[in-house]
């Protein structure tokens, strides 16, 4: 028997004459789409000749009577049939687009090149926050010394504004009405904010660099490239200023809106205007969030595009839409487990330093105003410093990452990640260059 048609080909060997006869043997017939021997892209619809497996089905064979056999109950995998009945069955021809897949064959797409930290393609949520614990695990030299760096001096200004500069908490009155204990109670957060500007305003200087610098670390971790601290403070410098711009931006944006819900309330007074400043309060709470997640992706934005503070903005929010609710969850699951490691580091720290402070101690089983000396302040800071260099690292990365997500989504950034890690068979490695580059 002459070997049955190219895979290409629907066999007409057979003509209607010996057809009739009843003695031409039929081969299988197979067919292909678009030119591809044996695969279709995953989840497409069955077409003609395929069961939607990704495998060409062969065309049943027509008996002598030029009807088709049916198939058996059992119907057989893709790529084989069963003969009809009477009739010698012809295996299939093997070869490439013939029979089954080899043993090794993957349907669906293959592996994602993964040059860095994370695979090139949409990730999944544990994928982000894994990519960023593991460039604090591969580039921990790199990344520790930023972050405690800044921990460090966000704890010593810290320490020093509760220690000198924060007034001391009004005595409540016991007899006072829930309107004037609530008065109270914004009177003593309002003297202490006063207080702790000063020590505000560097903590938002040193995350500011620690964010500049840790998005440019990231940003080569994933491309599999190690920086340098040096390397990393010259990339990041020139946008110190306008990343220091967005960031009071967003922070006057979100302090405005809660001024807008409180205002009301508190121009009314007693407890209707109770009332009211806690609904207007909601309101803007809620505004306030929506935006800042529309705006989340505008600093890694801004570090790795180079583009302006507005463009930045705009940039964010054409990134976030359609998928909000994704990167808030992924922001609300981080934030969670930032604050749950926080809390374990804190506690332990916090015990040890009541116990190593006497006088805070002693105010504590009196019931009286309690007051923490230097003891208590240097140990918590301590747990601070370590709370600090822990999570700054994970918290800029899921950002960063988020970004790079919502660009491979809509943009086929892993396509130009490969090129610029050097990939083989994505063309030309451009020179040295970043996500945004």
Not at 337 to 353: E, K, Q, R, S
Request: aromatic fraction near 6%; proline fraction near 10%; include cysteine.
């Amino acid at each position: 028997m002459a070997p049955g048609p190219p895979p290409c080909q629907v066999s007409a060997a057979v003509t209607e004459p010996a057809r009739r006869s009843g003695t031409a043997t039929i081969p299988p017939r197979w067919t292909t789409v678009n030119d591809t021997p044996g695969w279709t892209s995953p989840g497409s619809a069955p077409s003609d000749g395929h069961d939607g497996s990704g495998v060409p089905r062969p065309a049943a064979p027509s008996d002598a009577n030029g009807s088709a056999p049916q198939w058996s109950k059992d119907q057989p995998p893709a790529g084989q049939w069963s003969p009809p009945t009477g009739q010698t069955p012809t295996p299939p021809r093997q070869g490439p687009g013939w029979g089954a897949p080899p043993p090794n064959a993957h349907w669906g797409r293959p592996p994602a090149a993964k040059p860095g930290v994370i695979p090139l393609r949409p990730l999944g949520m544990g994928e982000i926050l894994d990519g960023a614990a593991k460039t604090l695990r591969v580039y921990w030299r790199t990344v520790l010394a930023i972050t405690v760096t800044v921990a460090v001096i966000s704890q010593i200004a810290d320490i020093l504004a509760q220690r000198y500069l924060v007034p001391e908490a009004p005595a409540t009155s016991p007899d006072a009405s829930p309107a004037e204990a609530l008065e109270q109670s914004l009177d003593a957060a309002q003297s202490s904010l006063i207080g702790l500007g000063p020590a505000l305003l560097v903590t938002l200087m040193a995350s500011l660099v620690s964010a500049a610098l840790l998005t440019v670390v990231i940003s080569r971790a994933i491309l599999g490239r190690p920086v340098s601290l040096s390397a990393a403070w010259q990339e990041a410098r020139p946008r110190l200023l306008q990343l220091l711009g967005l960031t009071l931006l967003l922070a006057l944006i979100s302090t405005g809106l809660v001024l807008v819900g409180l205002l009301p309330g508190l121009l009314i007074g007693g407890a209707a205007g109770v009332a009211l400043a806690l609904l207007g309060g909601l309101g803007a709470l809620t505004a306030v969030v929506w935006l800042m997640i529309r705006f989340s992706l505008a600093s890694p934005a801004l570090m790795l595009e180079r583009g302006s503070v507005t463009q930045s903005l705009k940039r964010s929010a054409k990134l976030v839409q359609g998928a909000w609710w994704r990167i808030f969850g992924i922001t609300l699951l981080t934030q969670l487990l930032i604050f749950v490691f926080a809390m374990i580091v804190a506690i332990p720290f916090t015990v040890i330093g009541i116990a190593i402070d006497g006088d805070g101690f002693s105010g504590m089983l009196s019931g009286t105003t309690t007051t923490f000396g230097w003891p208590f302040l240097i140990v918590t800071g301590i747990g601070g410093v370590i709370t600090s260099a822990i999570t700054y690292p994970i918290s800029a990365g899921v950002t960063v990452l988020l970004y790079v997500d919502q660009r491979i989504r809509r943009e086929a950034l892993d396509l130009e990640l490969a090129r610029a890690a050097g990939l083989p068979g994505y063309g030309p490695t451009p020179g040295e260059q970043t996500v945004g580059g």
